[in-house]
């Protein structure tokens, strides 16, 4: 269906650039809301596009196609940053409703755009820093010490995009390509952590906002691979203020919809903000089973400008662990071992083809002993991937 069968009632189309997990995931939630979803779907076996019927095949970079869709919807959202400003620009010129809006989403589509926002707000963030050439890469290594992060301000995710370097040799290619095409490369002081931490919340068009509770990312390899919800042990007066940041962010920045802000905790209770996604997020699926309202209901909320929901978790602890692919490709039989060892685990699969390193599903378990959480999250998580077999 390339038209979307509107509900009776004077129920909403919600519109999704992008056909990905995460538009994916929005489609339970907006059955139970009544709501009618499109997506626009890079492919017709995209993973929203196998569990959404109305999904038209289209690139999220062709005008026409994205404004054609658009036609069909009350409200445009997005399965991803990378929605070129030219299109965002002829959705906007055709009054097209957006959430997030283009005015916010530069400053998740563009890490240097974002870096100087948040430090003109006073937001802490590590010590940073344009380059162009050489030299600029050398003079910043000697000013805050080798090595560096250097980052490509656009495109990057999960390590992609990401160098740490202790000369300005290493970065050869990638000024030569940044000369090329006229556009800097964002360099980073590379801080002490002492672990990565993230904050969720949502922001509606009228202003309400609302939070979860600040988590723990785990990953490896510079892939997100657990979340633990709450972050353990970790200080309520730095717990506060990172959601009060958070929460100053989305409301100076506009955003409307979901926003992550992924931080790194420092020694002596101090935090950096490291990135920022204006989508549901990686950090926020544990909610999907741990919380009164998930992020994806949440997300539909805001971006029609319904009264938020609760944020609160319903457990004591939950535990999220990422299934990534490998040399396993047939995944559903591993269902019936999961399910009988486990009763409590909750296992989604993405309906993406298996390929290593790819996140193809997680698992979320929720109690009252995090050791046990994590030790049965990760034993769903590696027999779904094949990893383990017993």
């Known amino acids: 269906m390339t038209v979307p069968q509107r509900a009776p009632g004077g129920f909403p189309v919600v519109g999704i650039v992008g056909a990905g997990q995460l538009a994916r995931m929005c489609a339970g939630p907006a059955a139970e809301l009544g709501l009618t979803l499109s997506v626009l779907a890079e492919a017709s076996d995209a993973s929203a596009a196998l569990v959404i019927p109305s999904a038209p095949v289209g690139a999220h970079s062709d005008v026409e196609a994205v404004l054609a869709f658009a036609r069909e919807c009350d409200v445009v959202t997005f399965d991803h940053e990378q929605v070129p400003a030219d299109v965002l620009a002829a959705l906007a010129q055709a009054g097209v409703a957006m959430h997030p809006t283009p005015e916010a989403l530069v400053f998740a589509q563009d890490k240097l755009a974002m870096r100087k926002r948040l430090t003109a707000l006073a937001i802490p963030c590590p010590r940073w820093v344009s380059a162009r050439t050489p030299a600029d890469v050398d003079a910043f290594g000697e000013d805050v010490g080798w090595p560096v992060v250097a980052k490509t301000p656009r495109g990057g995710y999960d390590g992609k995009g990401v160098r740490v370097v202790g000369s300005s040799a290493e970065l050869a290619d990638w000024l030569k390509r940044a000369a090329a095409e006229d556009s800097p490369l964002l360099l980073e002081e590379k801080v002490p952590f002492t672990r990565e931490l993230a904050v969720l919340l949502a922001r509606s068009p009228s202003g309400q906002a609302a939070a979860w509770p600040v988590v723990e990312t785990v990953q490896t390899d510079s892939i997100c691979t657990e979340v633990i919800a709450p972050a353990a042990d970790l200080d309520p007066d730095l717990a506060a203020r990172v959601t009060e940041a958070g929460l100053r962010i989305a409301g100076e920045l506009g955003v409307t919809g979901v926003l992550a802000v992924e931080l790194f905790e420092l020694p002596g209770g101090e935090f950096v903000v490291n990135e920022l996604a204006m989508r549901p997020h990686n950090s926020g699926h544990w909610s999907m089973d741990?919380?009164?309202?998930?992020?994806?209901?949440?997300?539909?909320?805001?971006?029609?400008?319904?009264?938020?929901?609760?944020?609160?978790?319903?457990?004591?602890?939950?535990?999220?662990?990422?299934?990534?692919?490998?040399?396993?490709?047939?995944?559903?039989?591993?269902?019936?071992?999961?399910?009988?060892?486990?009763?409590?685990?909750?296992?989604?699969?993405?309906?993406?083809?298996?390929?290593?390193?790819?996140?193809?599903?997680?698992v979320n378990v929720s109690g009252e002993d995090l050791a046990d959480l994590r030790e049965r999250a990760r034993h769903a998580a590696d027999y779904i991937e094949g990893v383990i077999l017993e």
């Not at 997300?299 to 400008?305: G, K, N």
């Not at 929901?309 to 047939?330: Q, Y």
């Not at 009988?340 to 599903?361: F, M, S």
């Open 290 to 362: 741990g919380a009164v309202t998930g992020q994806f209901e949440q997300h539909l909320r805001a971006v029609l400008d319904l009264p938020l929901g609760s944020p609160r978790p319903r457990h004591r602890w939950t535990v999220m662990g990422n299934i990534l692919g490998g040399e396993h490709h047939d995944l559903f039989p591993a269902y019936r071992h999961v399910m009988a060892r486990d009763p409590e685990i909750k296992a989604h699969l993405y309906g993406k083809g298996v390929r290593p390193g790819r996140k193809i599903g997680h």
